[in-house]
């Protein structure tokens, strides 16, 4: 039932822009906890490029401070990457992580479950 849905992805040139979308749905009531943005590029590990936790803190990968942005619109459950001055070396694919935490009324503890995007490529071109 829960459905994680990117978009953005592209082929662009050094220097552009990409706005990446993680949208969350669920057949039942949920909130969004932590959420995170990831990449792999051929040949490499996933990454880690950036983070928000629940309190509003951030994190970057030192390589897109100041060019990329996290950002959350918990009403449309929906976290996005905003993707500036991309270099080539921002191609791979991205996949957001969101933590979604389902009320258990009946409990003293709401369950929480991270899930993953399919992920959405970018390709950055000099």
């Known amino acids: 039932q829960v459905r994680i849905d990117e978009s953005g992805g592209g082929s662009v040139q050094a220097g552009e822009h990409l706005e990446l979308s993680c949208h969350a749905s669920?057949?039942?009531?949920?909130?969004?906890?932590?959420v995170a943005w990831y990449r792999q590029a051929p040949g490499k590990q996933r990454e880690l490029v950036a983070q928000?936790?629940?309190?509003?803190?951030?994190n970057y990968i030192e390589s897109v401070k100041g060019r990329f942005f996290i950002t959350r619109d918990d009403a449309k459950n929906t976290v996005t990457l905003q993707m500036n001055f991309l270099k080539p070396e921002d191609t791979g694919r991205y996949y957001c992580?969101?933590?979604?935490?389902?009320?258990?009324?009946?409990?003293?503890?709401?369950?929480?479950?991270?899930?993953w995007g399919q992920g959405t490529q970018v390709t950055v071109s000099s």
């Open positions: 928000e936790i629940i309190d509003g803190a951030t």
């Open positions: 992580d969101v933590e979604l935490v389902f009320p258990m009324p009946d409990s003293d503890y709401d369950a929480s479950e991270h899930y």
């Open positions: 669920a057949g039942v009531s949920f909130r969004i906890d932590d």
